[in-house]
């Protein structure tokens, strides 16, 4: 089982900042299963980049993913209110696929 | 949209099933999967199937205990949960696969279900 470790495990920003989130994985993963997903509690999770560094639909153009092998990232260049949330990488290239644990973005 | 239902309380060792009926695209070209995630937890993916039900996969956890199905011509998806444990707590989601296979990200879900296993 591919194992993915997110850090930081909380990253307190101001809005207006840039946010870099990191995403680690045991194993190489190939970048086309390679996923970020928002979640807000009590909510459904909320797809963001598939294949490393697509757009989901409707998604803004400020959350952008980039990364190959065992290292990806979600950037968000610009914090607005709604974006402190948690976020969750996830890849599906394995079987199982599995979740990182979760970065937590918060207001400074 | 996805609409899940059939979650609970129920007693270790104890059986749901849960089910997940969706609308509004072409059901059985996609993916179906179901997530959980337990109180105070992150996400953790259970199981996912395929749109023919022809690959199927399961976490080691809920392996040979949860199994996963659906019906092409109801738009449904089922995760049947039997010998359930405390561990097995948690909100369900069941969300749609963005591709036929099951190796695929999902960008459509559900609200989720709570599961509660107590005793």
């Known amino acids: 089982e591919i194992v993915l470790t997110q850090s930081p495990g909380t990253l307190s920003l101001s809005p207006g900042e840039r946010a870099t989130l990191s995403c680690r994985a045991s194993q190489s993963v190939s970048s086309s299963y390679l996923a970020w997903y928002q979640h807000r509690p009590g909510q459904a999770p909320r797809l963001l980049i598939y294949g490393t560094s697509n757009r989901a639909t409707g998604v803004p153009d400020r959350f952008s993913g980039s990364g190959s092998g065992t290292d990806f990232t979600l950037t968000i260049s610009r914090l607005e209110p709604e974006d402190f949330v948690v976020y969750y990488c996830?890849?599906?290239?394995?079987?199982?696929?599995?979740f990182g644990q979760g970065t937590k973005v918060e207001i400074k | 949209q996805l609409v899940e239902s059939g979650g609970g309380l129920v007693q270790p060792g104890g059986s749901l099933r849960l089910s997940c009926a969706t609308s509004?695209?072409?059901?059985?070209?996609?993916?179906m999967t179901w997530v959980r995630q337990a109180p105070g937890k992150g996400l953790e993916w259970v199981s996912v199937?395929?749109?023919?039900?022809?690959?199927?996969y399961y976490a080691d956890s809920v392996k040979g205990r949860f199994t996963i199905s659906r019906d092409n011509s109801e738009n449904t998806v089922f995760l049947q949960m039997n010998s359930l444990r405390v561990g097995d707590t948690a909100v369900y989601y069941c969300?749609?696969?963005?591709?036929?296979?099951?190796?695929?990200?999902?960008?459509?879900w559900g609200q989720g279900i709570r599961v509660i296993v107590s005793s």
């Open positions: 199937i395929s749109g023919g039900s022809g690959t199927i």
């Open positions: 996830q890849q599906y290239g394995g079987s199982p696929g599995t």
């Open positions: 969300a749609k696969g963005r591709q036929y296979r099951p190796h695929t990200s999902f960008d459509y």
């Open positions: 509004g695209f072409n059901f059985d070209n996609y993916a």
